[in-house]
């Protein structure tokens, strides 16, 4: 198994950057896919960004490709989402999320942090 634990969320406003880290613990990091996903008030758990085992691959949901990079260490066993040209529609709870296999859908997952809030003002 695999422990996650994100940070870095917050209020922002429009326009503004943030960074959120995933720290995983537990078994070897580069074994998992790794993955962010958020949840809007009302709305489904969605996509937002995944990389492969050493960071070869990346995918990204259309509403934030241009905007969102994620990247990994596997020395630090963490993975990261630079966020930057927020808007309010990008608030929501974010979660980072492990799995062995590729990819992009929440029941691809295994493995689930608790989330961390984005509030980006308007």
């Known amino acids: 198994q695999v422990q996650l634990v994100e940070s870095g969320g917050g209020l922002v406003q429009a326009g503004g950057s943030l960074r959120l880290s995933c720290a995983a613990s537990?078994?070897?990091?580069?074994?998992?896919?790794m993955g962010w996903f958020r949840q809007a008030p009302g709305k489904e758990r969605e996509f937002v960004a995944g990389?492969?085992?050493?960071?070869?691959?990346?995918s990204y949901a259309g509403s934030v490709k241009g905007r969102f990079t994620i990247s990994r260490d596997n020395v630090k066993s963490a993975v990261y989402l630079q966020m930057n040209s927020l808007n309010p529609e990008d608030t929501a709870v974010y979660y980072c999320?492990?799995?062995?296999?590729?990819?992009?859908?929440?029941?691809?997952?295994?493995?689930w942090g608790q989330g961390t809030q984005v509030t980006v003002s308007s």
């Open positions: 999320a492990a799995d062995t296999n590729w990819g992009t859908a929440v029941s691809d997952y295994d493995y």
């Open positions: 537990g078994r070897t990091f580069s074994r998992y896919v």
């Open positions: 990389i492969s085992w050493k960071g070869a691959r990346t």
